[in-house]
């Protein structure tokens, strides 16, 4: 198996022999890493309401499932997408993949029904980590970092995302 960069817009998967509950089979997208630390996204878990019940930010008809994103700041709102020429301002990860954007533009583009789940995913809260950690646990065989690709990000059907990330690496349990 290569070894990957750990860098914004890769996927870290929860080791087969993670004894953490809370991130056992869990695979995370990275938005962020720099020197201060990382920050991502549990990318399996099952939604737990619409974006409409958490917020109006996006209008009150937005039926688009909101994931549980990690145990930290539960009220914060993030999405990733795949349309940087429907929503602007949105940082880059690098692999098709955009974190954020100008909440205007999401709010235009769902009106006007220009974008899909496919297309747009929204979480709440985030997994966060302090400068040197996320490495420490790396390091200790945690998680297994790999690049990540739009399809596998994007797929509403977060029940089999761990099974098919450790197929992709061609992992062997």
């Known amino acids: 198996m290569a070894t990957i960069i750990i860098q914004k817009g890769c996927l870290l998967i ?3 022999q993670m004894e953490d509950e809370f ?21 399996n878990n099952k939604p737990s309401h ?4 958490a917020t109006d930010d996006f209008g009150t ?6 994931y549980n994103a990690g145990p930290v700041g539960e009220f914060d709102i ?11 301002n949105g940082i880059d990860l ?19 029904k220009l974008i899909s ?17 996320l490495e420490q646990e790396i390091a200790e065989q945690s998680w297994i970092v790999c690049k990540a690709n739009a399809g596998l990000v994007m797929n509403k059907d977060t029940s089999k995302i761990w099974d098919e990330c450790l197929e992709l690496i061609e992992y062997k349990i």
């Open 23 to 43: 991130f056992e089979k869990k695979i995370i997208l990275l938005v962020e890493y720099n020197t201060n630390g990382a920050l991502g996204f549990i990318l």
């Open 50 to 53: 619409t974006i409409a019940d």
């Open 14 to 16: 929860a080791h087969p």
């Open 94 to 112: 690098g692999n098709g993949l955009f974190w954020n954007g100008n909440n205007e533009d999401v709010l235009a583009a769902l009106n006007k």
């Open 61 to 66: 008809e937005t039926k688009f499932p909101i």
């Open 78 to 88: 993030h999405f990733v997408h795949t349309n940087p020429h429907l929503i602007g």
């Open 117 to 133: 789940e496919n297309e747009l995913k929204f979480f709440h809260g985030y997994c966060g980590w302090d400068e040197g950690l």
